[in-house]
Nanobody, 126 residues
Framework: VQLQASGGGLVQAGGSLRLSCAASGRTFSSYVMGWFRQAPGKEREFVAAISWGGGSTYYADSVKGRFTISRDNAKNTVYLQMNSLKPEDTAVYYC????????????????????WGQGTQVTVSS
């Protein structure tokens, strides 16, 4: 599957952005989808994940209550709605797809995700 992320940009602290990630192929609904981010000089970190049908979500503590992950399987797209943005949210955001069925449905590990988008820059000014 090929992933294409979009929607990044420059926003003031307290503002909102919605990222989108469009996937190619006909098996989108068979992947757990995740968002990760990487700030300059830091490791890529997990942000959020959503289950195959969208009924379950999981968030990093740093974004819980501010970010919402969702998906539209008819459109082969996953979204990340980001509200109350902070300067520390500044990073390149990546979408990723995990094809493995797990006893715990989600993973926060980069190495468990099989496909990655190219990343979209989010910059939050103070």
């Amino acid at each position: 599957v090929q992933l294409q992320a979009s929607g990044g940009g420059l926003v003031q602290a307290g503002g909102s952005l919605r990222l989108s990630c469009a996937a190619s192929g006909r098996t989108f609904s068979s992947y757990v989808m995740g968002w990760f981010r990487q700030a300059p000089g830091k490791e890529r970190e997990f942000v959020a994940a959503i289950s195959w049908g969208g009924g379950s979500t999981y968030y990093a503590d740093s974004v819980k209550g501010r970010f919402t992950i969702s998906r539209d399987n008819a459109k082969n797209t996953v979204y990340l709605q980001m509200n109350s943005l902070k300067p520390e949210d500044t990073a390149v955001y990546y979408c990723a797809a995990d094809r493995t069925y797990r006893s715990i449905w989600y993973s926060t590990r980069r190495s468990d995700y099989d496909y990655w988008g190219q990343g979209t820059q989010v910059t939050v000014s103070s």
